[in-house]
């Protein structure tokens, strides 16, 4: 039932030929010695070709039910060009200082895309499109355009080197929005700083003290094209007979929303930096507030089912809060021919849902409202049953259950398990991050290294349905079989008892024995390095020669039972999920550096 693994990797050659072109170009115009212009420019084009060769005896899973091959070519070009002009005026005067930039910049992009693919028809393994059964055959064709104009300014006033004002304001109109109620957006930021070592007489011990203040809003752009437009889908075979004729049909498959918006942040900051014991320790300090207005997410019911039926539409409904504070910590010092540095982080962060489109009637536990973003809603686990005993006197989540599958735990207590009994089990979100940097350097050697650490945040372990619960062809770990709860054998177990061919259906849902800690510490970089000595460069007549080398992904220290508890699957409301993907690969890197 599966490919043999030699096969795949010696008779399933996929192939991509990529070309990318790349210039970046800038030109300055000082019309005084504190007034110019900068116009820049830069473009970013690919050309990418995939093929994909899967060769005669290949499973027919694989080859469109061909047992000729399997032959795929896919085409993709993308086109990326920014450019802007910004006038900069820098001028001091007296006690004053004054920083403008006004400017205005365009953002286009565009791609278009198209493939051909499908089982051979007559010749194994001749990849050719002639060779395509075109009854079996897929094809498509695609391309979008998105630009978005800009036009923005920046300005800070100084006065006497201890207070500056901060103003700045953007506009962009985005081609996603074109034909919205809301064609452009607006974002504004203020900020306030004042240096209090300038103007008052400090403590020996604190040379340096700056306070800050800030306010600013952002959008995100990261909206998807042609929301406001009605879509149509064409069905992929003919499904509906005109005339005696199959014929393809056309459906919607999406309402249009032409009130669609970027969503909006709005953050508070209030900072300090300063520098004690005659720099000697350094200190930045931070406590924000954001709140993100107008989230995008799904929603069904945008329009009656007179018109048959509710389709999912993306609409602006959702408002979330962060609240946090960071610190940041250095020193750095110097004794004889030994000098060393040190830098450590450490951020602390909350965030919740203040309103979003919770379904209608759901139990209190089960709302997302007071909850984080990409909270995971599930099952509560109550161990195992023991004994036929347990399982009449219980509440079961389906007939099937037998001893020694799992016991969930009926929250509102009406004597069954179900979708009535979930409730939030997991939160992605670590309750402290941080990191620390470390610097020795002893005459021409240098060591350095990176770590990073979380804490408190949970890993959901989707793979564990495919290792352990025999959902991929039936295959399992020996770690599910040494686990497994057994009467005699292993009444300490702490997965379910073992029965192949079983892939225990109450498992295949949501709870807590998925759910485990991921926090972790990990040793990101590690340098050692050597500069050759001057009087060695003199007589080469180079400036510095410096040879290191490097290894990254150093060690780990985590609980999590998973290939990397760096979990991450590109949005936060899909974050902790981990659904098996490779762990990160430990690198080896030596190089040189060289100043002429």
């Keep these: 039932s599966m490919q043999n693994p030699y096969w795949i990797v010696n008779r399933m050659q ?26 820049r420019v830069r473009v970013d084009n690919t050309t990418q070709d995939s093929f994909n060769r899967r060769h005669a005896s290949t499973m027919t899973t694989f080859t469109e039910g061909s047992r000729n091959g399997f032959y795929g070519h896919a085409k993709q070009n993308d086109y990326a060009t920014y450019a802007d002009v910004i ?62 104009q800009s036009v923005f300014a920046s300005a800070e006033v100084g006065w006497n080197r201890m207070l500056y004002l901060t103003l700045t304001a953007r506009n962009d109109w985005d081609s996603a929005l074109a034909y919205t109620a809301n064609k452009s957006f607006f974002y504004p930021s203020a900020g306030l700083s004042f240096v209090a070592s300038e103007l008052f007489d400090l403590p020996v011990a604190l040379p340096y003290l700056k306070l800050r203040a800030s306010f600013g809003i952002l959008g995100n752009d990261a909206i998807s094209d042609f929301l406001y437009l009605q879509g149509i889908a064409l069905s992929s075979k003919p499904n509906v007979v005109i005339n005696g004729v199959p014929t393809q049909s056309l459906s919607t498959s999406s309402v249009p929303n032409r009130n669609i918006t970027w969503e909006t942040t709005t953050t508070y900051n209030i900072g300090a930096d300063a520098s ?77 849902y203040i309103s979003t489109n919770d379904s209608d009637n759901i139990p209190s536990y089960q709302s997302k409202i007071g909850q984080p973003l990409g909270g995971v809603l599930g099952y509560v686990s109550d161990g195992l049953y023991q004994s036929e005993e347990d399982i009449a006197s219980s509440p079961l989540y389906n007939s099937g259950v037998r001893v020694g599958d799992i016991k969930y735990k009926d929250l509102n207590g009406d004597g069954k398990i179900n979708a009535a009994d979930r409730s939030m089990i997991g939160n992605p979100h670590p309750d ?19 770590l990073y650490y979380t804490i408190g945040n949970d890993l959901y372990a989707h793979y564990e349905l495919y290792t352990n619960w025999g959902q991929l062809a ?47 510490l990990r040793m990101q970089t590690l340098t050692l390095g050597y500069t050759l000595p001057k009087k060695w460069l003199n007589k080469i007549k180079m400036s510095r020669i410096r040879f290191y080398a490097q290894l990254s992904n150093v060690f780990t220290l985590t609980g999590y039972e998973g290939l990397d508890p760096e979990v991450y699957q ?7 999920i981990d659904y098996g993907s490779y762990g990160m690969p430990r690198q080896y890197l030596f190089g040189v550096n060289i100043d002429f």
């Design 432 to 450: 402290v991050t941080g990191g620390v940097n470390l610097g020795f350097g002893y005459k021409n050697w240098d060591l350095s290294t990176y």
């Design 474 to 520: 039936n295959v399992f770990t020996y770690e599910r079989v040494e686990r497994g709860w057994h009467p005699v054998n292993n009444p300490n177990g702490t997965l379910p008892m073992f029965v192949r061919g079983d892939t225990h259906a109450e498992t295949n849902v949501s709870h807590t024995n998925y759910i485990q800690d991921g926090s972790y």
């Design 276 to 352: 004690l014991w005659n720099r000697l320790l350094t200190v930045e300090a931070d406590a924000f507030y954001k709140v993100t207005t107008d989230i995008l997410q799904s929603q069904s019911g945008q329009m009656p089912p007179s018109i048959g039926g509710n389709y999912a539409s993306i609409i602006n409904g959702g408002v979330i809060d962060v609240r946090g504070f960071e610190l940041v910590l250095g020193h750095s010092n110097q004794i004889g021919d030994f000098r060393y540095n040190v830098s450590a982080n450490t951020s602390f962060a909350r965030n919740r």
């Design 14 to 39: 996929p192939e991509n030929k990529k070309q990318r072109y790349m210039l970046n170009a800038s030109l300055k115009w000082d019309i005084t010695d504190w007034f110019n212009v900068v116009g």
């Design 570 to 576: 590109g949005s936060d409301r899909s974050r902790g």
């Design 87 to 148: 006038a900069n005026i820098n001028k001091t005067w007296e006690d004053w200082s004054l920083h403008v930039n006004v400017g205005g910049s365009i953002d286009d992009r565009s791609s278009n895309s198209a493939y051909f693919n499908g089982g051979l028809n007559k010749v194994p393994n001749f990849f050719h499109y002639g060779n395509i059964n075109k009854n079996t055959s897929k094809r498509n064709e695609s391309s979008w355009h998105q630009q978005i």
